[in-house]
C-alpha cells in the first residue's frame, strides 16, 4: 500500500543553523509533492511545491528537493529561527489523482 | 482577503447528539475539502467536491457522516448520531481546481465528544 513517512520525533536544533526534514515514500509514484507548515492550532500553511522533473526549488531561507529514484524528499530551513518551529507536513499528489495524501509531519523546534 | 472560514472553532457534546461543521471556501476556488485530523492518524480526506459536486467521499467513515455542498461558498459537515471515537480536528480547505494547486486551509473545528 502506498505509504508516506516524515520523522515522528521531533527535531531540535540551535537557531542560526540549518533544519532539514524527510519525507519518504513507497509504493508511490508522485507527480508533485507540497510541503505545508502547521502552527498549534492553526490550519496547515501552503509553503513551497516541487514537481517531479525538478531536482530543486527556493524560496527565501527554505529549499527543498526531490529525488524519485530514492523516493524522498528534504525539506531545509537555513539560518533557523525560533519563529520557524512548527509541525511541517508533506504532501503528495499523482498517480491520476488530484488529490494530495499528506505525511503526519515532524515538529520543528528552533532553540534560542 | 478573507481565508476559509470555519464555524464553530470548538464544540463539546454528547455522544448521541447532531453536530454539523461549517465552511466558507475563499471566494473563486471551485474545489472544497474536508479532512479530520488525529494524532494517530494524521490529516485524512473526508471528502472533495468539485464546482460543488462531490467527487470523492471514500475517506467517509460511516453513513453516520454526511457533507454537503449546496452553493459555492458554504459547505457542511454533519455527524449523526456522533460517538466518542469521532473526537478529532475536522479542517476544511479550498482550492482551485483540485490538482497542482496549494490547498488554503481554515483553522479547524476541534470536536469533542463526551
Known amino acids: 500500500s502506498q505509504k508516506i513517512e516524515q520523522n515522528s520525533e521531533a527535531l531540535n536544533i540551535q537557531e542560526g543553523k540549518t533544519a532539514t526534514l524527510t519525507c519518504n515514500y513507497t509504493n508511490y509514484s508522485p507527480a508533485y509533492l507540497q510541503w505545508y507548515r502547521q502552527d498549534p492550532g492553526r490550519g496547515p500553511v501552503f509553503l513551497l511545491l516541487i514537481r517531479e522533473n525538478e531536482k530543486e526549488k527556493r524560496k527565501e531561507r527554505l529549499k527543498v528537493t526531490f529525488d524519485t529514484t530514492l523516493k524522498q524528499s528534504l525539506f531545509h530551513i537555513t539560518a533557523s529561527q525560533p519563529a520557524d518551529s512548527a509541525t511541517y507536513l508533506c504532501?503528495?499528489?499523482?498517480?491520476?489523482?488530484?488529490?494530495?495524501?499528506f505525511g503526519r509531519g515532524t515538529s520543528l523546534i528552533v532553540h534560542p | 482577503d478573507a481565508g476559509v472560514i470555519q464555524s464553530p472553532r470548538h464544540e463539546v457534546t454528547e455522544m448521541g447528539q447532531e453536530v454539523t461543521l461549517r465552511c466558507k471556501p475563499i471566494s473563486g476556488h471551485n474545489s472544497l475539502f474536508w479532512y479530520r485530523q488525529t494524532m494517530m492518524r494524521g490529516l485524512e480526506l473526508l471528502i472533495y467536491?468539485?464546482?460543488?459536486?462531490?467527487?470523492?467521499d471514500s475517506g467517509m467513515p460511516e453513513d453516520r457522516f454526511s457533507a454537503k455542498m449546496p452553493n459555492a461558498s458554504f459547505s457542511t459537515l454533519k455527524i449523526q448520531p456522533s460517538e466518542p471515537r469521532d473526537s478529532a480536528v475536522y479542517f476544511c480547505?479550498?482550492?482551485?481546481?483540485?490538482?497542482?494547486?496549494?490547498?488554503?486551509f481554515g483553522d479547524g473545528t476541534r470536536l469533542s465528544i463526551l
Open positions: 504532501a503528495l499528489e499523482g498517480g491520476g489523482s488530484y488529490i494530495p495524501t
Open positions: 467536491f468539485n464546482n460543488n459536486v462531490p467527487i470523492d
Open positions: 480547505a479550498s482550492s482551485f481546481e483540485g490538482g497542482h494547486q496549494p490547498q488554503h
